[in-house]
């Protein structure tokens, strides 16, 4: 008859080991994003995604617009989503706004490329990193709103 003691500490041994690989996991920091005191914006430009230019969801679309400062809001007040959790909280609608954060100068001078959706998230295209996505909630959803209202009803 074999001795089940062995087989109950391999099993808590194991369990142990998980629920710390899963802590761990929770405890991943979150990306970092920030927006350069200097930054502008530049080539900037309210479209349709590309490939869904004749989109039935076009003609929704013409309310969509941000000024450069209007982005910047944006831009400083959107959180960094990480990875892991953009399938279940990004929501993506193809009236876009994109263009270019710009800071520095020279050889010092970086560029930023950016997709802005009309449900408030983003996509961060910066050189040599892994696409970022932003996601604009609480009072950056409030303040975003705000300006959306603005360009809708022309005040």
Same mark, same amino acid.
């Given at each position: ?47 349709? %995604? ?75 295209? %910066? ?29």
């Amino acid at each position: 008859m074999r001795n089940d003691t062995h087989g109950r500490n391999h099993a808590w041994r194991t369990g142990a080991v998980l629920l710390g690989l899963a802590a761990s996991l929770s405890q991943a920091a979150a990306p970092q994003w920030s927006v350069p005191r200097d930054a502008r914006i530049e080539k900037l430009e309210a479209r349709m %995604e590309e490939g869904y230019e004749n989109n039935y969801m076009k003609e929704h679309c013409g309310y969509f617009t941000l000024t450069a400062e209007e982005t910047l809001v944006y831009l400083r007040s959107a959180q960094p989503l990480p990875t892991e959790q953009v399938h279940d909280r990004l929501d993506w609608v193809q009236c876009i706004v994109q263009g270019t954060l710009v800071s520095g100068k020279g050889k010092h001078r970086k560029e930023v490329r950016f997709e802005i959706s009309a449900s408030l998230a983003a996509h961060i295209y %910066e050189p040599g990193k892994p696409v970022a996505y932003l996601i604009c909630e609480g009072t950056c959803e409030e303040r975003m709103n705000k300006i959306i209202e603005k360009h809708v009803h022309g005040k």
